[in-house]
């Protein structure tokens, strides 16, 4: 309970024909995970956050088919409640 989740989606460099640009694809796919840890898994909204990276955070390299596939991906950050540690580290 006193964790809160990011997910962020990233993309390749390619553009994807239907998309406005692959900063919202990658909002789009964070989104998406977002809806089935709170739909289907019952994770409470609030502590649920999306966010896209775009092109900007690649892991590969965009010049290959096996990079592009590596770079069209979510990232799962885990946020804990730091504020007890504080309380703590005041003492």
Request: glycine letters at 6%.
């Amino acid at each position: 309970p006193g964790v809160t989740l990011t997910v962020e989606g990233n993309t390749d460099s390619n553009p994807v024909p239907g998309r406005a640009d692959n900063w919202s694809l990658s909002t789009e796919r964070a989104n998406a995970v977002v809806r089935i840890l709170h739909d289907t898994y019952n994770i409470n909204p609030l502590r649920l956050r999306s966010a896209g990276r775009g092109k900007y955070n690649p892991v590969a390299d965009n010049a290959t088919a096996e990079g592009r596939e590596k770079n069209r991906r979510i990232e799962l950050i885990m946020n804990p409640n730091t504020s007890r540690l504080w309380e703590l580290l005041d003492k």
